[in-house]
């Protein structure tokens, strides 16, 4: 398996425009969550699906950002207007329910977002 | 509210030169604890789940252990390849979710 697909690697864009993350989880996988990374934050839930439905958003920092997950194997955060303090690592990660709660999570090798 | 707490920040071992990380939490109930690996530039990579106090896991160099209170990543005879970020992560027992609050890491590197 390809393992989990993040779209682009690195992104920089100007305050105020719009930014689109992509994500492919490993196939069969029916959780998909959405992470921030930053240095002095450590990683934090933005949101997450299940069956493709957002089930948990409350880590969406504000109306700024928005995810959907069309259907089982895409899935997109967006950012529009962008703001400096938005810079971060973006990770997506995919899990299987198979075996309960916690299975592990298995993440892409994010996407580096730098907003000037 | 749950907290996770990893010391030291950063660690350098010689070669052979064996030791362990701590990861302190508070959590109103455990449902797992989890280690990662992370390499620059990639993401977390899954190493352990423990649940419950008392346990342990073993892969290659790195045992992991659990008390109420801590986990602790042990790694004897390190070796240059085992240089990385080393993430620890709880679940909380309450609610049917899947939230993980994370540490924010040990960042270790082995010199040859």
């Known amino acids: 398996d390809a393992g989990v697909i993040q779209s682009p690697r690195h992104e920089v864009t100007e305050m105020g425009q719009e930014v689109t993350l992509r994500c492919k989880p490993i196939?069969?996988?029916?959780?998909l969550f959405w992470y921030r990374q930053t240095m002095m934050r450590g990683l934090e839930l933005l949101i997450y699906?299940?069956?493709?439905?957002?089930?948990?958003d409350s880590g969406m920092p504000e109306d700024r950002f928005s995810a959907k997950m069309p259907n089982a194997s895409f899935s997109t955060l967006k950012i529009q207007p962008s703001e400096p303090r938005d810079s971060a690592v973006y990770f997506c990660?995919?899990?299987?329910?198979?075996?309960?709660?916690?299975?592990?999570?298995?993440f892409g090798n994010g996407t580096r977002l730098t907003v000037t | 509210e749950d907290q996770v707490t990893q010391s030291p920040e950063a660690l350098r071992l010689q070669e052979g030169e064996s030791s362990s990380l701590n990861c302190s939490y508070t959590?109103?109930?455990?449902?797992?604890l989890f280690w990662y690996r992370q390499d620059p530039g990639k993401g977390p990579e899954f190493l352990f789940t423990?649940?419950?106090?008392?346990e342990e896991k073993e892969k290659e160099r790195l045992k992991a252990t659990l008390t109420k209170k801590e986990s602790f990543l042990h790694i004897t005879a390190p070796k240059p390849e085992d240089s990385a970020t080393y993430l620890c992560?709880?679940?909380?027992?309450?609610?049917?979710?899947?939230?993980?609050?994370w540490g924010l890491g040990t960042s270790l590197g082995v010199n040859p």
């Open positions: 990660a995919s899990s299987a329910t198979g075996t309960g709660l916690n299975s592990p999570l298995h």
């Open positions: 196939s069969g996988h029916d959780y």
């Open positions: 699906f299940n069956n493709n439905v957002p089930i948990d």
């Open positions: 959590v109103s109930g455990l449902r797992g």
């Open positions: 423990l649940y419950s106090a008392g």
């Open positions: 992560a709880v679940q909380d027992l309450a609610g049917n979710n899947r939230k993980l609050i």
